[in-house]
């Protein structure tokens, strides 16, 4: 797990902070760190003559596989078997097609209100499990006249975690989330339960 430190040098070396606020220390350390970075560039060893070329002629053009194939492939080897995985495969689908219309009508959605105090922001996203952690969905609306950005997201009950993303790129978890637990990346998200009180 990353140390407050290692987050601070990790942020100066992607130009997320200004250098010009690092510690002697800090200075230090990114100088160093640049000083391999450049180590490695100048250790780069060519590709050997003709690789690329190899490479293609290794690579032989896929075989195109007819509609009549593709069909002969689903069915099974011992013709005997056909029928009942056939009447079995149909079973499933009308039991999916089912479950499909009685699940549709019932699904309720409630409005969860979001917000964070990010005055200097110039985006701010709500990224989570409920939009498959994928930027660029939901923007807040900010900030207003106190720096507060905000979004309204209608989810269906369940529990859900997610966090900020500022400017595209600083990931911040939401101070006031009634939980929080450790994402996997040295960070934590927020926790949400989400309940129709309706219901």
Known sequence: MKTKDQD???????????????????????????????????????????????????????????????????????????????????????????LGRLAAPGLQTVPVHFQIHAPGAQQVELVGNFNNWTPGMIRLLGPDASGHWTAEVSLPEGRYEYQFLVNGKVWVTDPAAPAHRPDGFGRENAVIDVLNDRS
């Not at 160093?32 to 560039?41: D, K, N, P, Q, V």
């Open 8 to 98: 601070r040098i990790q942020a100066l070396l992607d130009g997320e902070v200004a250098e010009n606020t690092a510690t002697p220390a800090e200075q230090s350390t990114v100088a160093r760190y640049r000083a391999a970075l450049a180590r490695l560039e100048q250790a780069r060893v060519p590709a050997p003559d003709g690789l690329a070329e190899n490479i293609l002629a290794a690579l032989r053009a896929p075989t195109r596989a007819t509609f009549l194939d593709y069909l002969q492939g689903l069915l099974p080897q011992r013709s005997q078997w056909a029928l009942p995985a056939l009447a079995g495969a149909l079973a499933m689908l009308v039991i999916l097609l089912g």
